[in-house]
C-alpha cells in the first residue's frame, strides 16, 4: 500500500518536483562526465595529468554534501508546505515511521528516474570534456559515444551517498514532528528579525559601509602579508550577513510611508509582494548569496588559470627546442630522426651568446623588483647579458611568420618579452652612447613578438641582444639550440618517443635543479646529456594548471544548479497563496497583463537579489586571486593592464548567466502557468 501511495503522490507532486528532478539530472550529468575523465584515453595519453582524477575524486566527494544537502533541504521544503497531507496521514493513524518510509519511496522513485536520465546526458557532455581537454593538449578528438561502466558506477555510489545523506536527515524530522505543528504550519505568522525601522536601517547601513571596506581591502591590499585579504573576506561575510537580514525592514522603512510613491503604477502589490518573500527567506537568501559567490568565484578563478597557462604556452612558439649546453653542437642527427617518424614543417639550429657586460640585465632585474616580487631565483646561465646572431634572428623570423624587417647589418637590435619594451627603450635612449661590442643599437630597435623566452633555456631569458654576426667571435657560446615547428600537435607519447630514438636527450625539468659549481646560481642542466623542451613540453608541465580549472568549472557547475533550485522552489512554492491574489486583483478591476507584469517584475526582482551582491563580492576575489596567481607565475607580468582579469570575469558572468537564465526561465513558465 505504501509503495502504491508513494508512487500515486510522486506523480501528483510532479510540478512540484520539476526543477528539484531536473536539478537531480543535471548533477548526476556533471558527475558522470568528470568522472568519465578519470577513465578517459587522456589519462593514459599524458601520465603528468595524473593529479586530474584525485582532484575530481575530492572535489565530487564535497559535491556530495553540498548536493545531499540540497537534496534534504529541498524535501523537507517540499513536505513543509505537504503539512496538511501529511497530517491527514498521522490521523487515520498511519505512524511516523511509515509515513518517514512513504516519503523515502517517493525519494528513491525520483532519483532513480533522474540518475536514469541523467546518464546519456552525462555520456554527451563527457564527449564535450574530452573535446576540450584534447584541444588543451594538442590531441586529435575523435567522436566516440562510449559508455565508462566504471564512471556509471562511481557517480551511482555519489548518488546513493546523496540520497541517504537527505533521506536520513528528513527521516528524523519525521519521526520527530508532532500533529499539531503540521495542522498549524501554514497559519504560522512570519518572525521579524529584526523589530523597529531604526534597528533596520543602522544595520543596512553599517553592512553596507562593512561591504565597501572589504571591497577596499581585497583591491588595494594596504597592510600586506595576506591580513588585508583576511580582514576583506570577514568584512565581506559580515555584509552578506548584515544585508539579508536588515534588507526588507529597511525597503519596508524606507518606501513604505510613502504613500504617493506606493499608490503609483501598481507598486503597491509588488512592493508588499516582494518584501514580505524576501522577509520570510532571508537566511536563505544569504546562504544562496553564497553559493553564487561561489560559484562565480570558481568558474572567474578557473578561467584566470587557464588564461595564465595558455599566455605561457603563447609564448613558447616553436613545438619542439633541443638544448645543447656550452658550446656549439651540430645537430643533423636529431634532425634525420626528427624528419623520418614526425610531420616538421621547419628546423633550424643556431647559438645563444654572452659576455661580461650586464647592463640590459640590471634593467630587466629593476623590472622585476618593481613588480613586487620580493626575490626571484637566480640562474647560473644567466649572470650577464645574451646575444644571438642577426642572421639566426632573422631566419627564425622567417620560419615563424614574423613582419619582414630589413636591419642594418652594423647595428643592434633587442627582442625582449613585452614587459620590458618601455624599460629597454627608456635605457637605449638616455644612454646615446651606448654600444656593445663596438655597435650602437637602431632607433626603434625593441622588438617583442612571442619568441620563447619566457622560460630558462629559450631565446635568452626575458630578452636577447640581436648583434652583428662578427660580433659573437669575442664571446661565449651559453648554449646551442635546435627549434623546430610541426605540422601537427604532439602529445606526450610523441616526446617519449623523441627521447627513446635520440641517444643521449633527456626532458628538460626546469622545476629541478642544483646550484652550480661556481655558486653563481641554479641550473636545471644538471647532466651531461641534450635536452628536449618546447611548446608541449611546456604544456606538459601545466597539466597542473589546466586540472584546476576543469575541478574549479566542475564545482561552479554544481554550486550554481544546487543555489538555482532551491531559489526557484523557494519562489513556486506559493502557488495557492499567488492564485488567489492574482483573483482579488483580476475582481478589483486589473486585467491579466498587467497581472502577469506584476508577477513576471517579482520574479526577476527575486532572481536579482542574491545574485547582485553575490557578483560584486566574487569580482573582488577573482581580482585578488587572478593578480596573485600571475605574480607566483611568471616573474614579469605577462599581461600589459587587468583588462585580463576583466575578461576573465565577463567570462564567468556570461558562463553563470546562461545556466541560470535557464532556470529563470523555467521558473518564469511555471509562474506564469500556476497563477493562471
Known amino acids: 500500500m505504501l509503495k502504491e501511495l508513494s508512487m500515486r503522490n510522486a506523480k501528483r507532486q510532479s510540478k512540484d518536483y520539476l526543477l528539484y528532478f531536473i536539478t537531480l539530472a543535471c548533477a548526476v550529468s556533471f558527475m558522470y562526465a568528470f568522472n568519465s575523465l578519470i577513465f578517459s584515453d587522456i589519462m593514459k595519453a599524458f601520465p603528468s595529468i595524473g593529479v586530474l582524477p584525485y582532484m575530481i575524486i575530492a572535489a565530487s566527494l564535497f559535491i556530495v ?141 553599517v553592512s553596507t559601509l562593512t561591504g565597501c571596506l572589504g571591497i577596499f581591502l581585497m583591491c588595494t591590499q594596504p597592510l600586506g602579508n595576506g591580513y588585508d585579504v583576511l580582514m576583506g573576506t570577514v568584512c565581506l561575510v559580515l555584509f552578506l550577513i548584515g544585508f539579508f537580514l ?36 532571508s537566511i536563505i537568501m544569504g546562504f544562496l548569496s553564497v553559493l553564487f559567490m561561489l560559484s562565480l568565484t570558481f568558474i572567474g578563478a578557473g578561467t584566470a588559470v587557464y588564461m595564465i597557462a595558455d599566455k605561457n604556452i603563447e609564448q613558447s612558439v616553436f613545438d619542439i627546442m633541443i638544448l645543447h649546453k656550452a658550446e656549439s653542437q651540430d645537430f643533423s642527427a636529431y634532425e634525420n630522426v626528427l624528419n623520418l617518424n614526425f610531420p616538421v614543417q621547419s628546423s633550424y639550429a643556431y647559438s645563444i651568446y654572452t659576455d661580461s657586460k650586464n647592463g640590459f ?63 629597454f627603450e627608456v635605457l637605449v635612449k638616455q644612454d646615446k652612447g651606448l654600444n656593445y661590442t663596438e655597435y650602437s643599437f637602431a632607433e626603434n630597435s625593441v622588438f617583442c613578438e612571442p619568441f620563447s623566452q619566457m622560460d630558462t633555456y629559450g631565446n635568452g631569458l626575458d630578452f636577447c641582444i640581436i648583434v652583428p654576426d662578427q660580433a659573437v667571435h669575442q664571446m661565449t657560446t651559453l648554449y646551442s639550440l635546435l627549434s623546430v615547428i610541426t605540422e601537427t600537435p604532439l602529445n606526450n607519447h610523441d616526446l617519449q618517443n623523441i627521447v627513446e630514438m635520440c641517444d643521449g636527450l633527456s626532458m628538460l625539468k626546469r622545476s629541478i635543479g642544483k646550484t652550480a659549481p661556481d655558486g653563481s646560481g641554479m641550473t636545471a642542466l644538471i647532466d651531461n646529456v641534450d635536452y628536449l623542451s618546447g611548446k608541449w613540453v611546456d604544456k606538459e608541465s601545466l597539466t597542473q594548471l589546466y586540472s584546476m580549472a576543469i575541478c574549479l568549472f566542475y564545482l ?48 526577476l526582482m527575486m532572481f536579482l537579489l542574491p545574485l547582485l551582491p553575490a557578483l560584486i563580492i566574487s569580482s573582488c576575489f577573482v581580482y585578488v586571486s587572478a593578480g596573485k596567481m ?13 583588462l585580463w582579469i576583466i575578461g576573465s570575469l565577463s567570462v564567468a558572468f556570461v558562463f553563470f548567466i546562461m545556466l541560470y537564465g535557464i532556470y529563470y526561465i523555467a521558473a518564469r513558465i511555471s509562474y506564469r502557468r500556476q497563477c493562471r
Open 556 to 603: 561552479s557547475l554544481v554550486f550554481e544548479i544546487t543555489g538555482a533550485a532551491i531559489l526557484s522552489t523557494q519562489i513556486l512554492s506559493d502557488r495557492k497563496k499567488k492564485r488567489r491574489q492574482d483573483r482579488i486583483l483580476q475582481q478589483l478591476g486589473m486585467n491579466i497583463r498587467d497581472i502577469e507584469k506584476l508577477n513576471n517584475r517579482q520574479l
Open 246 to 281: 536588515s534588507v526588507p525592514t529597511f525597503l519596508i522603512t524606507r518606501f513604505g510611508n510613502r504613500e504617493k510613491w506606493k499608490y503609483e503604477k501598481n507598486r503597491l502589490v509588488l512592493f508588499r509582494g516582494f518584501t514580505a518573500k524576501i522577509r520570510s527567506t
Open 65 to 205: 554534501f553540498i548536493m545531499g544537502w540540497m537534496i534534504g533541504y529541498m524535501t523537507k521544503y517540499m513536505l513543509k508546505r505537504r503539512s496538511r497531507e501529511l497530517s491527514i496521514y498521522m490521523i487515520l493513524g498511519i505512524p511516523n515511521r511509515s509515513i518517514s518510509r512513504l516519503v523515502f519511496y517517493e525519494n528513491s522513485l525520483i532519483g532513480i528516474i533522474a540518475f536514469t536520465l541523467g546518464l546519456p546526458v552525462g555520456a554527451l557532455f563527457s564527449q564535450l570534456l574530452e573535446a576540450i581537454l584534447s584541444s588543451m593538449f594538442g590531441m586529435t578528438y575523435v567522436l566516440s559515444l562510449s559508455f565508462s561502466l566504471r564512471a556509471a558506477a562511481l557517480t551511482f555510489l555519489y548518488f546513493l551517498a546523496m540520497l541517504f545523506y537527505a533521506i536520513r536527515k528528513n527521516g528524523k524530522w519525521i519521526s520527530t514532528v508532532r500533529l499539531y505543528d503540521l495542522l498549524y504550519y501554514e497559519r504560522q505568522n512570519e518572525k521579524k528579525l529584526l523589530h523597529g525601522g531604526v534597528s533596520a536601517i543602522t544595520l543596512f547601513l
Open 361 to 423: 640585465l640590471t634593467a630587466r632585474n629593476n623590472v622585476i623588483s618593481n613588480t613586487g616580487r620580493s626575490a626571484y631565483m637566480s640562474y647560473a646561465e644567466y649572470q650577464h647579458d645574451t646575444y644571438m646572431k642577426q642572421s639566426d634572428y632573422k631566419k627564425l623570423r622567417e620560419i615563424l611568420g614574423f613582419e619582414t624587417v630589413e636591419f642594418n647589418p652594423s647595428l643592434c637590435y633587442i627582442h625582449c618579452v613585452p614587459a620590458l619594451k618601455k624599460s
Open 630 to 642: 600571475q605574480l607566483s607565475a611568471f616573474h614579469l607580468p605577462v599581461f600589459s593592464n587587468d
